[in-house]
């Protein structure tokens, strides 16, 4: 019955389910290793993937040709996906600091309304992990890989109310 009900929808809609997740490409790195000949070309690519509905991931892709970095990006990126804790306005739920090597972003909650207040590289990791409103400061380095690996150090360490409460023994009315 399944395979009948396959058979009636069109091939986009396939597509569709199959693919819910939406990626961007961060920044794509080119290293070079010097051999007799000359040089030898490889790149990387930063990749975050996400549904926009509170599921993210972060993925690091390292290839002789760009797409194929990328292709590799977008699959650890899947493969490292987690859920984010939201707000019923599509914030956070509290102020978190995240950390990774030099790097510290702090989030705090904002209004409806106020948007993704946040730099270059770590705005597409919040808006694929469907945060709407929200501010952010980085201090420390900002490279790129740290910056979005404390941002997803951050999102990890979110937690609601009810998970808090339940954490400390205490229940609420």
Same mark, same amino acid.
């Given at each position: 019955?399944?395979?009948?009900?396959?058979?009636?929808?069109?091939?986009?809609?396939?597509?569709?389910?199959?693919?819910?997740?939406?990626?961007? %490409?961060?920044?794509?790195?080119? /290293?070079?290793?010097? #051999?007799?000949?000359?040089?030898?070309?490889?790149?990387?690519?930063? %990749? #975050?993937?996400?549904?926009?509905?509170?599921? %993210?991931?972060?993925?690091?892709?390292?290839?002789?040709?760009?797409?194929?970095? #990328?292709?590799?990006?977008?699959?650890?990126?899947?493969?490292?996906?987690?859920?984010?804790?939201?707000?019923?306005?599509?914030?956070?739920?509290? /102020?978190?600091?995240?950390?990774?090597?030099?790097?510290?972003?702090?989030?705090?909650?904002?209004?409806?309304?106020?948007? %993704?207040?946040?730099?270059?590289?770590?705005?597409?990791? !919040?808006?694929?992990?469907?945060?709407?409103?929200? !501010?952010?400061?980085?201090?420390?380095?900002?490279?790129?890989?740290?910056? !979005?690996?404390?941002?997803?150090?951050?999102?990890?360490?979110?937690?609601?109310?009810?998970?808090?409460?339940?954490?400390?023994?205490?229940?609420?009315?």
């Amino acid at each position: 019955m399944a395979m009948q009900r396959r058979r009636q929808r069109g091939p986009a809609q396939d597509v569709a389910e199959e693919q819910p997740y939406e990626d961007s %490409v961060i920044q794509i790195y080119r /290293s070079a290793k010097v #051999v007799r000949g000359g040089r030898r070309f490889g790149f990387e690519a930063l %990749v #975050v993937v996400g549904d926009r509905n509170g599921q %993210v991931g972060l993925g690091y892709g390292k290839a002789n040709e760009v797409p194929l970095a #990328v292709e590799k990006g977008i699959a650890e990126a899947r493969k490292t996906m987690f859920p984010v804790k939201l707000f019923e306005s599509r914030t956070i739920p509290h /102020s978190v600091i995240g950390r990774c090597g030099a790097s510290k972003v702090v989030m705090v909650p904002a209004s409806a309304g106020t948007g %993704v207040i946040a730099g270059k590289k770590l705005s597409p990791l !919040l808006e694929l992990a469907g945060i709407n409103d929200v !501010l952010t400061k980085a201090y420390g380095s900002t490279a790129p890989k740290n910056l !979005l690996k404390a941002g997803v150090d951050a999102l990890q360490k979110l937690r609601t109310a009810e998970e808090i409460n339940k954490l400390r023994g205490v229940q609420v009315g």
